[in-house]
């Protein structure tokens, strides 16, 4: 504790009380993520130019001060938590954006929110399709860390898609350059997407160069019902065998429509309360959505028991209403959450829905799942009340073999969440002991004092044993 207190107070003369706060609201603000589990920390970081960042490490090694990087701590598996305390760097202020509008690419500070780029590109004429559900808040940094994807992920593909280069500093403070603003770069090993999805444990990025593609000309909506689960993954097949490639593909099951239905105090198809939904969104130029817009209405024909076309924008946001109330919603069937981003092979999808009627029967809970089926990264949520022992236990069991399952279908445990503090104990069912010596090795070599986000993906965290703070952040119920 005595070299904590001696370290902050040096990086204190060199950055400054601004930028080094230690007061007890900055402390309390940086001392959880979105996953709510509260830790200490000894001091809260605001770096004014990247430079910073590279003083901010350098102490850090000298004195082995754990430092955990933070953009708006929108995580939900604790990955922007700072599990072993001292310092959390916090990099909102470095936030610039510039858009070349002729090289098609954007030029952004990691602590960029996820909207401003896609405005900013918007007004040029340009895209930026990545699109978390919290991206008015996260951060390109948070997005990077993670690999974040959203509902354009099947189509456009996800943050690595998009990373041209990037910049920042090594767990040593020594600032490193992975990649140019070319569109083509092989000039050594490829470290640029090794940061990718590192989850901030490989050094602090600081800015990217991404990748821009040209607005849709246009876009066109279509909500489509199912009498089951299995009968709407089979339909989603049988339309992915067509060769149609909707921008958007988004499914609710039964749970998770009777939610927003109630949330809205509406019914979305007469007569059909609770059914299963898929929400499709064509985009493209004008000729591409005309031609696959008569192939998806002669799919929902064959294979929907309802469905509903959007003849305006309007209309299409009212049908959006579904998937943006649904998860807030879900709230009404326990005050606990475990959001759950599994990802599966699409040969997997009906036995996977199988598996899922069988999970809520067997545990006794609510599991309303939603997701990305053009992907496969579907958001399973056990519902539980956190008072109850009986449900927090049959909670615990049900995530233990919700990700047994998820491997042995040939998935994955994580899309775009992330490993961070919750998913530790589950690494090991997705990797080999070699594969897990490999990653160690990694980190080891380019972080040999553990300063970086210590704690997080290989050390193997228990949630249950750390109760979660009952407080309501802004991008909660997104």
């Known amino acids: 504790m005595k070299t904590f207190v001696k370290a902050t107070a040096l990086l204190k003369r060199k950055l400054g009380a601004r930028v080094v706060r230690t007061d007890a609201a900055a402390r309390r603000e940086a001392s959880f993520d979105s996953s709510k589990i509260l830790f200490s920390t000894e001091a809260v970081i605001c770096p004014r130019t990247e430079a910073d960042v590279g003083v901010v490490l350098v102490l850090a090694n000298r004195f082995r001060v754990p430092v955990t990087t933070r953009g708006r701590g929108t995580t939900l598996t604790g990955g922007a938590a700072p599990v072993q305390g001292g310092w959390v760097l916090d990099m909102l202020a470095l936030d610039k ?3 070349d509008e002729d090289a098609g690419m954007a030029h952004v500070q990691s602590g960029a929110k996820v909207g401003d780029l896609q405005r900013a590109a918007e007004a040029k004429g340009w895209f930026y399709p990545p699109d978390p559900s ?7 940094g948070g997005n990077i860390a993670c690999n974040a994807g959203g509902m354009h992920g099947g189509k456009y593909g996800v943050t690595r898609d998009f990373v041209v280069a990037l910049r920042g500093f090594l767990p040593t403070g020594e600032y490193v350059e992975w990649g140019t603003a070319t569109k083509k770069f092989s000039a050594g090993f490829n470290m640029r997407d ?12 600081t800015g990217a160069v991404l990748k821009l593609i040209p607005q849709p000309a246009e876009r066109w909506t279509l909500l489509t019902s199912f009498c089951d689960e299995p009968a709407a993954l089979r339909a989603a097949l049988a339309l992915f065998r067509a060769r149609v490639q909707p921008a958007i593909c988004e499914f609710l099951d039964r749970e998770s429509v009777l939610c927003a239905e109630r949330a809205m105090q509406t019914t979305i198809f007469p007569g059909q309360a609770g059914r299963p939904v898929i929400l499709l969104e064509l985009a493209g130029s004008k000729s591409e ?12 024909a064959a294979h929907a028991v309802g469905h509903r076309v959007a003849r305006t924008r309007a209309e299409a946001e009212q049908l959006w209403a579904v998937r943006r109330k649904c998860s807030g919603a879900m709230f009404e069937l326990g ?10 092979p699409m040969r997997s999808y009906v036995k996977f829905a199988q598996f899922l009627g069988q999970l809520k029967r067997e545990s006794g809970l609510h599991v309303p799942t939603f997701g990305h089926l053009a992907d496969g990264n579907l958001h399973v949520n056990i519902m539980y009340h956190r008072a109850d022992p009986k449900e927090t236990r049959a909670a615990e069991q049900a995530v233990q073999r919700l990700m047994e399952t998820v491997v042995a279908l040939g998935g994955a445990i994580s899309g775009e969440h992330g490993i961070g503090l919750a998913k530790t104990p589950f690494l090991r069912i997705q990797h080999s002991p070699a ?18 986000n210590p704690g997080k993906m290989f050390d193997v965290f228990h949630v249950w044993k750390h109760p979660r703070m009952d407080v309501h952040l802004p991008w909660d119920h997104k």
Do not use: F
Request: glycine fraction near 8%.
């Open 97 to 99: 954006i510039t858009i």
């Open 435 to 452: 594969q897990i010596r490999a990653m160690q090795a990694v980190k080891h070599a380019l972080d040999p004092r553990g300063v970086l």
């Open 194 to 205: 090794l940061w990718i999805g590192s989850e901030g444990m490989l050094g602090v990025v």
């Open 289 to 300: 959505v005309r031609e696959q817009r008569a192939g998806l209405l002669a799919w929902a």
């Open 134 to 140: 919290s991206k008015e808040y996260c951060t390109i």
């Open 335 to 344: 005050d606990a959450k475990l959001n759950e981003d599994v990802v599966l």
